[in-house]
């Protein structure tokens, strides 16, 4: 017989769908006791093995079951339905099963389950397929076979918020310790928040029989005008300053669908409970098999039974809650006792209540339906006492509740880095000491009586340690619980015969690692908790360690020859459970996602006609197009104008940094690896800004306006990180008299290019600006259009160009006065895209090629670094690995082929040798309107120097597709410059 709902538990029905099937819940339910109450016990299946899984527990540690929720653009996978609430109209489906979730064809890999043990895909893909393209074919396989549930590819239409809090005291937890611990600290004048990851707040008294007392007890806390109670709200991580994560889940027609709390609070106390583990035996995943505490809490919480008939199997003294829950409840309970000698008041009490007692007794393997694997029986046996037990009989079952021992929830304060302390006495990992304060179960405290104590204590402690007063004596907390200690039970072998012959015993359900794999992993060298985790997938995903994490380490450790507690529990992260990515976007979505920047000449760009591009935060003109152009075809028109005539490109966005001051000179000779304290007042020359390490910065310009003033331009994309590094650089050479002021937004520019570029800006300025007034590299303050500019002979496109600046308020004359002169001798507007494809034909290199990699000597430019000087970079510069002659050099490509189209990113190889990690890389590319053909930027190693002439091949990881490329140097257009004074 299959779960069924308890007489006498009255509630108003809610309607959902199960597999497209019509069912009704109760309020309050979650959805798995809603599936519980149905019948339904097979919920999905395993993510490697395909096996059938059910509900195992009644929280967080869902190890089991995972479930999606909704459809269209509201679909969510891999919920754990067991933390679920159950709303009117829920829809959920099985996952990872097909065609059915009863007749999955994946389930052929539980037959084949040997060839997938611990880190089966590095053993039978990466030795045999060495050939980069047969691992590559199978690597996507292998991300196709990779996750469970299937996320929506629409827009989500839901909203997400994000509030920032503040609080005195963060309770994460609202059971009896949480509670005592609020009540005791907002008692001392604190402002209290408590968070509950349920959507009911109590914890573990939501199971109580008579729930009027903690119905009262909440009611007087939350009277209370400095506590605020926030259900269904989850303290997912913890950050330094007492910042902590919160996600807010809002019920079914709230305006929100989650809220991000960023909960700034003076002290965090962690009520946040116990997980019970349970232990490894034959087949001890099969739907049916859940935890002692699940099993009560579904009966006494939610009036569900499971089952009719049930097997409670235990190592300790709460197991016996469960099995006189259950058996008051009129079910079949037969509890099974590790332990030789069952403790005497739990006996009585449980024999009152109708459980078939057997002492000594435990599971060895569980057996099931042949279709669907679900729970019909299991065979028991007399333990041994040292994880053995000699298998003797059977027992009918349709539900096996298996209590191993409790763990209390360190998640919290592991991410606050307290170290877990083993405890011989309980059995488990205590938390550590630290700002976190912990109380009751999360403590390892098990007494309802002891837990509130405890929870004062931790109350108490927080108000003393926020200097507060304290309201009310205490006296210690008793841990209580146990008449009897617990057993050392972590798996249970059958005597006398092989492991394997036993059936699967798993540690975690829902990644299908066995005790076997955590054995192989130990075997093969893995046998740090790190790597085992890493090698075997344990503790991953949404699990996180909490049903499967402690286990694992025990059976680690008895592989190691060592004593259960040796090997402590990796690290913690956040988030504590699987949130969504929403909250963390949260109202910054859309249009309005991150501020926008548009330069002065925006409207004036718009228009003209131009499509714009974002560049970091700014909207820039990406191209003009005209009617039936597309964007190549718009590009390649405006490059080829350019080139021919003149075109009018905004250039505000480039970073500009001024820099005045008696020793400003000093300091820019310190700053940029080419000398610039001779450069003369009038004058422009390009540079180079290198790191502390000797990579490249960023490249621009040093106009010298006077003696004591000079302007850096840079490249946009490194605009901040440059001011930023000039200006930290002032600051650590205090007896420079040099100040650093960015003032990118204090001036807007225009770039006049191409071979009538000077008719346009003698158009403009109406002053003498011919080669002897004006030379290449020259810098003049004069008007333009009637207002003050700075203009600068300077080539970003190998043509004749100049940049004008002015003031913002005068960007609109400038620029219509600039598009009249320029189209009076044949040219207009060009965008980013021409500018792109002008400057990869010159063979000027931008931030593909400056990519936080490189060196002077990479960008083929190794006499910009001075020899004569010192400046910020060059010691660490002249590293070894830094000078090494093998190292990739830019150079330039051109395909053999005509038409063939090579993509950025493709990795090159020599001729005839197409396999390895090959000689570099592609990073730019551009369909060149002067040479008929794409042409390429790149990286190779030995540079020009050793491929000139010679032939390469570019291979694109992504496409597949293989190009021919000659190799040579990276200026494909007039490399002795005589366009410039054109």
């Not at 479930?67 to 509201?74: H, I, P, Q, S």
């Not at 180079?688 to 306006?705: A, F, K, N, S």
């Not at 330039?892 to 890389?921: D, F, S, W």
């Not at 050793?946 to 000659?966: C, F, H, N, T």
Request: charged share 25%.
């Amino acid at each position: 017989m299959s779960g069924f709902r308890l007489r006498g538990h009255a509630a108003p029905l809610v309607p959902f769908t199960w597999q497209g099937r019509a069912m009704l819940g109760a309020q309050g339910d979650t959805l798995a006791a809603a599936l519980l109450a149905n019948g339904v016990r097979t919920v999905g299946r395993s993510f490697k093995h395909h096996r059938p899984r059910g509900i195992m527990a009644a929280g967080e540690e869902e190890a089991g079951a995972l479930v999606t929720l909704g459809e269209g653009a509201r679909t969510t996978p891999n919920l754990k339905p067991s933390v679920v609430e159950l709303e009117a109209g829920l829809v959920a489906r099985a996952q990872n099963c097909w065609p059915s979730l009863r007749f999955d064809l994946g389930a052929v890999n539980d037959r084949l389950s040997p060839l997938f043990a611990a880190g089966f895909y590095y053993k039978t893909f990466m030795g045999p397929f060495a050939d980069t393209r047969i691992w590559m074919a199978c690597e996507r396989l292998i991300r196709r076979a990779a996750g469970m549930g299937a996320a929506s590819p629409l827009p989500d239409p839901d909203l997400y918020d994000r509030v920032h809090g503040h609080c005195d005291v963060l309770v994460a937890g609202s059971g009896p310790a949480g509670l005592a611990a609020a009540r005791e600290a907002a008692d001392a004048g604190l402002d209290v928040v408590v968070a509950e990851a349920d959507f009911a707040l109590g914890g573990d008294r939501l199971s109580d029989r008579d729930p009027q007392e903690l119905a009262a007890a909440l009611a007087e806390l939350d009277a209370l005008p400095n506590v605020r109670l926030m259900a269904r709200t989850m303290v997912f991580g913890l950050y330094d300053h007492g910042v902590a994560g919160l996600v807010e889940r809002l019920p079914a027609g709230a305006p929100w669908r989650e809220r991000l709390h960023v909960m700034h609070a003076r002290k965090v106390v962690a009520a946040t409970g116990a997980l019970q583990r349970g232990f490894v035996f034959g087949d001890n995943d099969r739907p049916g098999v859940m935890s002692a505490a699940a099993a009560r809490t579904y009966v006494r919480r939610f009036g569900v039974a499971p089952a009719r008939e049930v097997v409670v199997a235990g190592a300790e003294d709460s197991a016996y809650a469960a099995s006189i829950a259950l058996a008051q409840a009129g079910l079949d309970v037969i509890h099974l006792d590790a332990r030789e000698a069952a403790p005497p008041a739990l006996a009585e009490r449980a024999r009152a209540a109708g459980v078939d007692l057997r002492p000594g007794w435990v599971p060895v393997r569980t057996q099931g339906h042949a279709l669907g694997g679900e729970l019909r029986g299991l065979s028991v046996g007399r333990h041994l006492g040292d994880g053995r037990a000699r298998a003797e009989t059977r027992l009918p079952a349709e539900i096996l509740a298996v209590s191993g021992g409790w763990s209390p929830s360190i998640h919290l304060t592991t991410q606050a880095r307290q170290k877990p302390a083993w405890s011989a006495e309980l059995g488990c990992f205590l938390p550590g000491e630290g700002e976190v304060l912990s109380c009751g179960a999360a403590a390892g405290v098990w007494s309802r009586e002891g837990a509130e104590t405890s929870g004062r204590a931790a109350g108490r402690l927080a108000a003393i340690a926020l200097k507060a007063t304290r309201r009310r004596p205490l006296k210690d907390a008793d841990p209580g619980g146990d008449e009897a200690p617990p057993a050392a039970l972590w798996e249970v072998r059958p005597a006398g015969r092989a492991f394997h012959g036993a059936g699967k015993a798993y540690v975690d359900p829902l990644h299908d690692v066995t005790a076997d794999d955590v054995r192989l992993a130990r075997q093969e060298g893995f046998e740090a908790p790190e790597h085992m985790k890493r090698y075997t997938t344990l503790g991953m995903a949404p699990d996180q360690g909490k049903a499967g994490g402690v286990i694992g380490l025990a059976v680690l450790a008895v592989a190691r020859g060592e004593g259960t507690g040796s090997l402590a529990p990796t690290t913690f992260r956040p988030p504590y459970a699987p949130v969504s990515m929403g909250i963390f976007a949260g109202p910054d979505r859309g249009p309005g996602w991150a501020p926008v920047r548009r330069t002065p000449f925006h409207a004036q760009a718009e228009a003209a006609g131009a499509v714009f591009v974002d560049a970091g935060l700014w909207k820039r003109a990406w191209f003009f197009p005209r009617p039936g152009e597309d964007l190549t075809a718009a590009s390649m028109r405006e490059a080829a104008m350019v080139r021919a005539t003149v075109g009018v490109a905004d250039v505000s966005t480039l970073g500009k940094v001024e820099v005045q001051g008696r020793d400003a000179a000093a300091f820019l000779d310190r700053i940029f690896a080419n000398p610039m304290a001779n450069l003369p007042v009038g004058r422009a020359r390009y540079g180079l800004l290198l790191r502390e390490d000797g990579i490249v910065l960023d490249d621009g310009t040093v106009w010298r306006l006077a003696g004591d003033r000079f302007l850096v331009t840079c490249t946009t994309a490194h605009a901040a990180t440059t001011a930023e590094h000039l200006a930290r650089w002032r600051f650590r050479w205090p007896e420079l008299d040099a100040t650093v002021d960015e003032t990118t937004e204090a001036w807007c520019g225009l770039a006049l290019a191409g071979p009538r570029s000077r008719a346009v800006l003698e158009a403009l300025t109406g002053a003498d600006v011919s080669d002897a007034a004006l030379p290449h590299l020259g810098v003049r303050e004069i008007e333009a259009t009637g207002a003050p500019a700075r203009v600068a002979r300077l080539s970003f496109s190998g043509e004749r160009a100049y940049e004008v600046m002015v003031r913002p308020e005068a960007a609109a004359a400038l620029w219509q006065a600039a598009l009249a002169a320029a189209g009076a001798e044949g040219g207009g507007p060009y965008g980013l895209e021409a500018l792109d494809i002008l400057r990869v034909e010159k063979g000027h290199v931008t931030g593909r090629e400056i990519d936080g990699r490189v060196t002077p000597g990479d960008l083929g430019m190794p006499g910009m670094a001075s020899r004569a000087k010192d400046y910020v970079g060059r010691a660490l510069m002249e590293r070894e690995g830094l000078l090494d002659p093998a190292r990739p050099v830019l150079i330039g490509l051109r395909p053999v082929e005509p038409g063939a189209k090579v993509a950025g990113g493709a990795l090159l190889h020599p001729l005839g040798a197409e396999t390895g990690r090959g000689i570099g890389h592609v990073s730019s590319v551009a369909d060149s309107p002067a040479l008929g053909m794409r042409i390429a930027l790149g990286f190779a190693a030995g540079g020009p120097a050793r491929w000139d002439g010679k032939l390469l091949m570019a291979k694109d990881p992504i496409s597949g597709r293989d190009v021919k490329m000659r190799a040579g140097p990276p200026c494909f257009l007039d490399p002795w410059g005589e366009r410039l004074h054109g």
